[in-house]
């Protein structure tokens, strides 16, 4: 399913952080449902540079402040929308927000209110968490859980991590050497590859890859964010999977949870004897 990116701006009224501006939709299957105003993102642009000028474009403004807190993730029957959205101020020198021809109306309203108007069906967990917050504390408070679950999720992006060197410092200690790391000529871009014996190794984080065996949790707050991202994890990693197993290489997968000091023998045992298995 087509990915769509896009960036959407909350606009707060004047410094009133219970006020945002909300539109209404004007053309489409889903005219006169609301919205909050923004659009694609452009190659090679940042959400925070699209936010900006599809505000400008569509509401003759410019913004200041913008402060990251929030990613819809949702399935629409032709696409998957993923959309980055911020909390943004007018600027000083902007004037009041401008309808454009592709909206029915624009709308001050309170975050208290906001449930009280029909929005598109991605929204609902968006108006959610917006109708939790009324004041500057509250709002912090979301911005900086948005903040650092993304310094978490980055945290978790690394090369070699702990479990990897685990990995490798038993292959090294089977003789098997001459490996490529992070191997980018081949679908996964696998951790581990041994081009000769088309052999490749991915060592997966048990919570990010949804392992089978422990069986992560899924975090309770913005569940519908994790369980698309998680989702879409898993169709990468079985794609590549199935991309690597046609063109004639032998994928192996190994869950951080097999690396425990209770396992890691077991699970090394079956990783060495697959690459020494396998025809140079």
Known sequence: MKTVRVSAGIICRDGNHDEVLAVQRGYGDMAGLWEFPGGKIERDETPEDACRRELAEELQVRVTNLRDFYTVEYDYPDFHLS????????????KEPQRSDRQLDIRWVSRRSLATLEWMPADQGLIDALSE????????????????????MQ??????????????????????????LQWK???????IAFPGRKVAIFVNGCFWHRCPHCHPSTPKRNTEFWEAKFRRNVERDAKAISELT???????????????RDCIDETMDKVIATVRAAKR
């Open 246 to 260: 046609e063109m004639g290489w032998t994928p192996i997968t190994i869950w951080e949870c097999q690396l425990k």
């Open 155 to 180: 945290g978790n992006r690394g090369k070699n991590t702990k479990p990897e060197l685990l990995v490798r410092q038993r292959l090294r200690a089977a003789g098997l050497t001459g490996y490529r």
């Open 133 to 152: 917050t009324h004041d500057a504390a509250s709002e912090q408070a979301l911005v900086k859980r948005r903040h650092d679950s993304r310094h978490s």
């Open 83 to 94: 959309m980055e959205c911020f909390f943004c101020e007018l600027d000083d020198a902007s």
């Open 185 to 191: 000529k081949v679908p996964g871009r696998p951790d």
